[in-house]
Nanobody, 123 residues
């Protein structure tokens, strides 16, 4: 399972860095995806990174503002979020794709979901 951290309340235009740490296993063989769910909406893919870090993928809504990275030595994936806006509000969760596909249009290939961390963008 993964443990997410780094969420919080931030004003529009602000930044947060989320962390996704594997608990009890090594995640460096897997692609890791970040997903978010806003109140009353379906969970949507935000970003993913391949096991080596060579491939990344972003939702159109976050391109140019969010950056995903990983430190396999620390068993952790990061999501740097800049220029946040209220539409970015939601619970952010990470999960692993053992097939290392790094796709975000579906969550069906992902497993070992964490509990999520709340991100609220509001003035």
């Amino acid at each position: 399972q993964f443990v997410e951290s780094g969420g919080g309340l931030v004003q529009p235009g602000g930044s947060l860095r989320l962390s996704c740490s594997a608990s009890g296993f090594t995640s460096d063989d897997f692609a890791i995806g970040w997903f978010r769910q806003a109140p009353g909406k379906e969970r949507e893919g935000v970003s993913c990174i391949s096991s080596s870090g060579a491939r990344t993928n972003y939702a159109d809504s976050v391109k140019g503002r969010f950056t995903i990275s990983r430190d396999n030595a620390k068993n952790t994936v990061y999501l740097q979020m800049n220029d946040l806006n209220p539409e970015d509000t939601g619970v952010y969760s990470c999960a692993a794709d053992p097939n290392d596909l790094c796709i975000i249009f579906t969550r069906s290939v992902y497993d070992w979901w964490g509990q999520g961390t709340q991100v609220t963008v509001s003035s």
